[in-house]
């Protein structure tokens, strides 16, 4: 039975993780199997799942391996560093059933009266008015300027969420991946969801977060500030670095050489590349087993996380192939009950930055070579700290800023499901709830 010192568990929140997490997995797999122990902070293990099968098992389980992780919380200190992101909220990344199925509804179905067309037409704007600002420069740094911010200015406009509030929910967030003083940054995030939601109550618009208040399901405020929380976390910095996890390939590697402004690039195979070799989330999926599980010698203790490890499980020798063109069966946006709800807007955000990119900037080079590019450490996502880049300057016509949204065209509302909801919330006890999470 596969047991290891504390101090001998790999630890996925240091450089050396960051700088090579293939590596990290290779080695793990080679000594455990499918199921390895490893630390995601200071005195935090975790089980991490290497395998395809594995991972397809625990996600599809949730009787086995269920999502609410309130029995593993009271047992962390309050000053645990990946406590605000692990921690139980009223939200689909932490229930199971009929809860889960109650708060999946009111995303899915308010996703669905997004007007693509509409959407596209946004993404595509804001991605000009981000390149006018450094197209005349021949210089940029690709991650700063570009893939951090275009997600963050979609989501903005489908949420309808006023600009002050966005930053304030970027920099949580950002600060929260990096375990940055995680316990007030996970504070900064959840109050401006909070005072998005009861923006919009006040004052609804054409945008997701008016249509979720509206939603038959009847979230109240903290939950809806808690769904739409994980929507923008989940719906930002993932896309950030897929996007920019994909240019570094599209740049770096002779198979996608050629003419970059020809309109042959295959963007779409860069993506599903990038999904299952190099995922933008590097170990998440976090579920919590009600009892001690053995999986091949290997015991998850109970009411202590198991993570999937996405780079490792779409790699897995068993299932490897090198014919992966138009595969989507990586498990990049998870698989089972919680498979990631924003994907296709997520998706559409990546192939359209990058298409106005290369579109732009045709002859767009790395500025470094590929192996000098440095990784951000964190145990969840996979993000360079920077790409610089050069390119011949391009003179800009157009005033560099974002456009202003016009009203968000939206599908009709879809037939109301029935959803069982609770009794209102007394509106004094909103923050109070809030700030509990994070107690210390």
């Given at each position: 039975m596969n047991t290891e010192p504390h101090q001998e568990r790999v630890k996925l929140y240091d450089a050396q993780f960051a700088a090579d997490p293939g590596g990290v997995y290779e080695a793990l797999r080679a000594r455990y199997g499918n199921y390895a122990p490893a630390e995601l902070a200071p005195g935090v293990p975790v089980t991490l799942v290497l395998g395809y099968d594995a991972a397809l098992e625990?996600?599809?389980?949730?009787?086995?391996?269920?999502?609410?992780?309130?029995?593993?919380?009271?047992?962390?200190?309050?000053?645990?560093?990946?406590?605000?992101?692990?921690?139980?909220?009223?939200?689909?990344?932490y229930s199971d059933g009929a809860e889960h199925s109650r708060f999946r509804a009111s995303v899915t179905e308010t996703f669905e009266r997004v007007d693509v067309v509409s959407m596209r037409e946004y993404i595509e704007q804001s991605a000009d008015a981000l390149i006018d600002r450094f197209a005349e420069e021949g210089a940029a740094d690709l991650c700063a300027q570009y893939s951090a911010r275009l997600p963050m200015l979609v989501f903005n406009r489908l949420f309808g969420?006023?600009?002050?509030?966005?930053?304030?929910?970027?920099?949580?967030?950002?600060?929260?991946?990096?375990?940055?003083?995680?316990?007030q940054s996970m504070m900064m995030f959840s109050q401006a969801a909070l005072e998005l939601v009861q923006l919009k109550r006040a004052s609804p618009g054409a945008d997701i977060t008016s249509w979720m208040v509206e939603h038959p399901a009847r979230l109240n405020d903290t939950e809806l500030a808690d769904q739409i929380?994980?929507?923008?976390?989940?719906?930002?910095?993932?896309?950030?670095?897929?996007?920019?996890?994909?240019?570094?390939?599209?740049?770096?590697?002779?198979?996608?050489?050629?003419?970059?402004?020809?309109?042959?690039?295959?963007?779409?195979d860069a993506l599903d590349e990038v999904l299952w070799t190099d995922p933008p989330i590097a170990n998440f999926g976090f579920t919590y087993p009600v009892r001690d599980v053995e999986r091949e010698g290997h015991v998850m203790p109970a009411d202590q996380p198991?993570?999937?490890?996405?780079?490792?499980?779409?790699?897995?020798?068993?299932?490897?192939?090198d014919q992966r063109a138009g595969n989507r069966a990586h498990l990049a946006f998870s698989a089972g009950p919680h498979t990631c709800p924003a994907k296709s807007p997520a998706r559409t955000i990546a192939v359209v930055a990058i298409e106005k990119l290369l579109d732009r900037l045709p002859d767009l080079d790395l500025a470094v070579s590929a192996d000098k590019l440095q990784w951000r450490p964190g145990p969840f996502h996979r993000s360079l700290a920077a790409l610089p880049v050069r390119f011949t300057p391009v003179p800009v016509v157009a005033s560099a800023r974002v456009p202003d949204a016009p009203p968000l065209p939206q599908r009709p509302a879809p037939v109301p499901a029935s959803v069982p909801h609770p009794p209102p919330e007394d509106p004094s006890s909103l923050w109070a709830r809030v700030t509990a999470w994070w107690r210390v």
């Amino acid at each position: 039975m596969n047991t290891e010192p504390h101090q001998e568990r790999v630890k996925l929140y240091d450089a050396q993780f960051a700088a090579d997490p293939g590596g990290v997995y290779e080695a793990l797999r080679a000594r455990y199997g499918n199921y390895a122990p490893a630390e995601l902070a200071p005195g935090v293990p975790v089980t991490l799942v290497l395998g395809y099968d594995a991972a397809l098992e625990v996600l599809r389980d949730p009787v086995t391996f269920p999502k609410d992780p309130r029995r593993w919380e009271q047992a962390m200190p309050p000053e645990c560093p990946v406590r605000p992101v692990l921690g139980y909220r009223p939200a689909i990344l932490y229930s199971d059933g009929a809860e889960h199925s109650r708060f999946r509804a009111s995303v899915t179905e308010t996703f669905e009266r997004v007007d693509v067309v509409s959407m596209r037409e946004y993404i595509e704007q804001s991605a000009d008015a981000l390149i006018d600002r450094f197209a005349e420069e021949g210089a940029a740094d690709l991650c700063a300027q570009y893939s951090a911010r275009l997600p963050m200015l979609v989501f903005n406009r489908l949420f309808g969420c006023p600009p002050e509030i966005g930053d304030r929910l970027a920099l949580g967030l950002l600060r929260v991946a990096e375990l940055i003083d995680p316990v007030q940054s996970m504070m900064m995030f959840s109050q401006a969801a909070l005072e998005l939601v009861q923006l919009k109550r006040a004052s609804p618009g054409a945008d997701i977060t008016s249509w979720m208040v509206e939603h038959p399901a009847r979230l109240n405020d903290t939950e809806l500030a808690d769904q739409i929380g994980l929507l923008m976390a989940t719906g930002t910095e993932p896309v950030h670095n897929l996007v920019a996890n994909a240019l570094r390939l599209l740049l770096s590697d002779e198979r996608f050489g050629g003419d970059l402004s020809g309109g042959s690039l295959p963007i779409e195979d860069a993506l599903d590349e990038v999904l299952w070799t190099d995922p933008p989330i590097a170990n998440f999926g976090f579920t919590y087993p009600v009892r001690d599980v053995e999986r091949e010698g290997h015991v998850m203790p109970a009411d202590q996380p198991v993570a999937i490890a996405y780079k490792a499980v779409n790699t897995d020798p068993s299932k490897w192939s090198d014919q992966r063109a138009g595969n989507r069966a990586h498990l990049a946006f998870s698989a089972g009950p919680h498979t990631c709800p924003a994907k296709s807007p997520a998706r559409t955000i990546a192939v359209v930055a990058i298409e106005k990119l290369l579109d732009r900037l045709p002859d767009l080079d790395l500025a470094v070579s590929a192996d000098k590019l440095q990784w951000r450490p964190g145990p969840f996502h996979r993000s360079l700290a920077a790409l610089p880049v050069r390119f011949t300057p391009v003179p800009v016509v157009a005033s560099a800023r974002v456009p202003d949204a016009p009203p968000l065209p939206q599908r009709p509302a879809p037939v109301p499901a029935s959803v069982p909801h609770p009794p209102p919330e007394d509106p004094s006890s909103l923050w109070a709830r809030v700030t509990a999470w994070w107690r210390v």
